[in-house]
């Protein structure tokens, strides 16, 4: 083995350095993003830093090579918190056990962050007829909100890939379909009364109650009109999370604040789960609630709103991925990632790395020592593939 190739000890003290860097979301990841610049500096590679406007948080951004267009490989540094999760070892120290390594992330996603990191010397060894980026963001498990303002510059001060990989974790099967995510805050807004005399007042609970009916029914409509085989479920899903309200039992309350979200099938019309909480509210709740508090509002605000991804009919993303794998065949998955933010933004993306998703967000998050040898494979065919 020529001795740009990386090693498999490489990719694990690789990963150890991720995982030794507490980058849950509500945190900074300005020591990962630190880190991994000194590294690509010791290799000769230069990075630009999009920084987040409070200057706690950065995506990265580095080229290898030369010329336009080129493959991207992208990667979140964050990760979910492990609050209340029982662990067998510190998430934040990566663990062997068994041929697996432990850890916050190992698996989502720094396990890819680390194959990518260790296969730049063999990257920079080769004479590439088209570039390699990458790519690393924040804030990905909160809304797929860091990666935006990186995607906003591709094409204008950054170099923009001609096709984007995301290594979220596959098991290295090829994604190329997602469901959207959309998570909406409902605020109900009535008036008070002594509970004696309820007639004189709103239950902002008892309005609450009607629209989270319509939501199941909704859901429920979903569940027997929409039927898509290649997602499990197999249509659009929309549910209510939490719920706040009242002060007292002998109070009529004022107030009532659920939040709830819809995970839409890609051909699945965005924001009608919405739209249609919107006019049932206004055709059958607010009427009655405007007789007796002209004041009384029912106000719906989006919170977040990831796309759906489905790649396109032809994508040079998802040719890319399967031409690596050696795969035949593309799959979808409920869970969302960036990959539908870069496919709107003109960059054709596919979805393929390391670790399994069961693993993801879990206590003992793991990636197997086998996966990240998989993913190292393909990163060697990708040079391989993009050498002169
Ligand atoms: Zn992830």
């Not at 659920?258 to 099938?265: A, P, T, Y």
């Not at 919107?278 to 508090?293: S, Y």
């Not at 869970?335 to 496919?343: K, M, P, S, V």
Request: proline share 5%; aromatic share 6%.
């Amino acid at each position: 083995m020529p001795p740009e190739n990386a090693t498999t000890e490489d990719v694990t003290d690789l990963l150890a350095k991720l995982v030794g860097f507490d980058t849950t979301s509500a945190k900074s990841n300005m020591a990962l993003i630190g880190f991994v610049q000194d590294y690509l500096d010791g290799h000769g590679v230069a990075s630009t830093l999009i920084v987040s406007a409070d200057g706690e948080k950065a995506n990265l951004h580095a080229t290898i090579g030369d010329g336009d267009g080129g493959i991207g490989l992208s990667g979140h540094s964050d990760c979910v918190p492990v609050a209340g999760q029982n662990w067998t070892s510190d998430p934040f120290a990566l663990t062997m056990r068994d041929g697996k390594l432990y850890g916050r992330g190992t698996c989502d996603m720094k396990g890819f962050i680390a194959c990518v990191l260790a296969s730049v010397p063999l990257f920079k060894s080769r004479k590439l007829k088209e570039p390699i980026h990458i790519l690393i963001s924040y804030d990905e498990e909160v809304g797929c909100d860091g990666v935006r303002p990186l995607i906003a510059r591709l094409g204008a001060d950054l170099a923009k890939p001609r096709a984007v990989i995301v290594g979220e974790p596959t098991s290295m099967t090829v994604i190329d379909a997602h469901k959207s995510i959309d998570v909406y805050q409902t605020r109900v807004t009535g008036k008070e009364a002594h509970s004696s005399l309820p007639a004189l007042g709103v239950n902002a609970i008892s309005v609450a109650a009607e629209l989270i009916g319509e939501i199941d029914r909704t859901a429920e409509h979903n569940a027997t009109t929409e039927n898509d085989p290649r997602f499990e479920p197999s249509y659009s899903t929309v549910s209510v999370g939490t719920i706040e309200g009242g002060t007292a039992t002998n109070i009529v309350p004022k107030t009532c604040e659920f939040s709830w979200q819809v995970r839409g099938l890609p051909s699945a019309p965005a924001g009608e789960a919405a739209r249609n909480l919107a006019a049932f509210a206004e055709k059958d709740l607010l009427p009655k609630m405007r007789q007796v508090a002209e004041n009384a509002s029912i106000e719906t605000e989006s919170q977040t709103s990831v796309p759906a991804f489905i790649a396109g009919p032809k994508s040079d993303a998802v040719a890319l991925a399967l031409a690596l794998t050696g795969a035949n065949r593309t799959s979808a998955v409920s869970y969302a990632t960036e990959a539908g933010l870069f496919e709107k933004a003109g960059c054709p993306a596919v979805i393929c790395g390391p670790g399994d998703i069961a693993q993801a967000h879990a206590a003992d998050e793991f990636v197997s020592i086998a996966q990240l040898e998989t993913c190292m494979r393909f990163l060697a065919d990708l040079a391989d593939r993009l050498s002169v």
